[in-house]
T-cell receptor, first 118, second 107 residues
Framework: DGGITQSPKYLFRKEGQNVTLSCEQN?????MYWYRQDPGQGLRLIYY???????QKGDIAEGYSVSREKKESFPLTVTSAQKNPTAFYLC?????????????????FGPGTRLTVL | DQQVKQNSPSLSVQEGRISILNCDYT??????FLWYKKYPAEGPTFLIS?????DKNEDGRFTVFLNKSAKHLSLHIVPSQPGDSAVYFC??????FGPGTSLSVIP
């Protein structure tokens, strides 16, 4: 059963600590994305990767880092430099990159990770 | 600056009636627009998309209309069902999302 998974669903961290959010997909998608959602707001792009070993900053990349060593995996590290890390984090994947359309259009999203900084 | 706007934060509709969700965008270029549906504490799920070379795309109860001159698109859901109650996001080229409209379908 193909899909995209994120773990853990809920995560708590102390202020000043780095934390890594997991994202795995078995859809054989080339592109993967990380978004952040805050209450009452839409999804804001943190990072995206269109192929392995390549990734690009999104609109709010400061305080975050990613890696794409495998096609299936795109982990996000929330560093201590991120000023307001408490949020709902969503990972997504798609067959084509952000500019492609048609059957490559759709993003598949994971269930999300809610990060709370104490 | 490419923006996507959804000016109505919420919408209430009676079951069986039509729901119309609106989205406006800035700047003109060759684009794809997508609509996603999201339940609380879950990831969004794709509903329907439209290319800027089209005016309309239909899939079952969902129809998206694109007015390029007005830089406006709308999602029509008919008939609306209680299970349609969710937040709907308009997105552009996958990565630019509007703030969402919360739809409540009243039985």
């Amino acid at each position: 059963d193909g899909g995209i998974t994120q773990s853990p669903k809920y995560l708590f961290r102390k202020e000043g600590q780095n934390v890594t959010l997991s994202c795995e997909q078995n859809l054989n998608h080339d592109a993967m994305y990380w978004y952040r959602q805050d209450p009452g707001q839409g999804l804001r792009l943190i990072y995206y990767s269109q192929i392995v070993n390549d990734f690009q900053k999104g609109d709010i990349a400061e305080g975050y880092s990613v890696s794409r060593e495998k096609k299936e995996s795109f982990p996000l590290t929330v560093t201590s430099a991120q000023k307001n890390p408490t949020a709902f984090y969503l990972c997504a994947s798609s067959r084509g990159g952000w500019a492609s359309g048609g059957s490559y259009n759709e993003q598949f999203f994971g269930p999300g990770t809610r990060l709370t900084v104490l | 600056d490419q923006q996507v706007k959804q000016n109505s934060p919420s919408l209430s509709v009676q079951e069986g009636r039509i729901s119309i969700l609106n989205c406006d965008y800035t700047n003109s270029m060759f684009d794809y627009f997508l609509w996603y549906k999201k339940y609380p504490a879950e990831g969004p799920t794709f509903l329907i998309s439209i290319s800027s070379i089209k005016d309309k795309n239909e899939d079952g109860r969902f129809t998206v209309f694109l007015n390029k001159s007005a830089k406006h698109l709308s999602l029509h859901i008919v008939p609306s069902q209680p299970g349609d109650s969710a937040v709907y996001f308009c997105a552009r080229c996958k990565v630019i999302f509007g703030p969402g409209t919360s739809l409540s379908v009243i039985p």
